[in-house]
């Protein structure tokens, strides 16, 4: 509106290596955005606010695995996440997590794939530091349109063993155009939800994306 003047910025960078035997795959997201015109409390104002620029984002994701094919469609995953978000008040949180996958349909166009294992999660959350086993549920999907537009969705669930009340939930839905064989633009969405958040902190965190992707 008239009284906001808002920026963003997210960047994508990707590596992803198929062979016969293995698939390697290395994606990070930054993503920060600011309101420079945002309200804060001020009791010195007559109004009781001032404005002033806010953070509305800051946050890097960065996700790894190692797939193993033991067949055509089924492998063993090795993987980890990394996620900083000054906003959810997480310093870090780092899950290692080890699954067994299996591909329902792989070819040419299509993928879709489930993958099920133990884990284990490393974490500061509103500066408590935490560690629990974490067994992971995850999917993935991907659609090639042609040769320059495809369509990846994929999501995954992370169970804190010691509390039936902790997990969380990572959801991405993105349409990807290539621009280069170095460039893409990406725009999606993106869900994070976490049912135990640090305190006076939302458990959804529902963002819409555009972006460039580097494609290594």
Request: proline share 2%; net charge negative.
């Amino acid at each position: 509106n008239g009284n906001s003047k808002t920026g963003a910025l997210t960047t994508l960078a990707d590596f992803t290596k198929e062979t016969d035997e293995d698939i390697i795959t290395l994606n990070v997201v930054q993503g920060y955005a600011e309101d420079r015109n945002g309200l804060v409390e001020d009791s010195t104002s007559t109004t009781g606010f001032k404005r002033e620029k806010i953070k509305t984002r800051n946050d890097i994701t960065g996700q790894a695995g190692y797939k193993l094919l033991l067949d055509e469609l089924n492998f063993i995953n090795f993987g980890t996440r990394a996620v900083h978000d000054e906003l959810a008040d997480i310093d870090y949180r780092v899950n290692l997590y080890p699954t067994f996958g299996h591909f329902f349909i792989k070819n040419d166009d299509y993928k879709l794939s489930f993958d099920v294992g133990p884990g284990y999660t490393f974490e500061r959350v509103g500066s408590l530091d935490n560690n629990y086993f974490s067994p992971r549920l995850g999917e993935e999907f991907g659609w090639i349109i042609s040769c320059n537009s495809k369509i990846t969705q994929n999501a995954e669930v992370f169970f804190n063993t010691d509390d039936t009340e902790d997990y969380q939930i990572n959801t991405n839905l993105n349409l990807e155009t290539v621009v280069s064989s170095l460039l893409s633009v990406v725009v999606g969405i993106r869900d994070t939800y976490d049912n135990l958040p640090a305190a006076n902190r939302q458990k959804n965190d529902l963002s819409l994306i555009s972006a460039l992707k580097f494609t290594f």
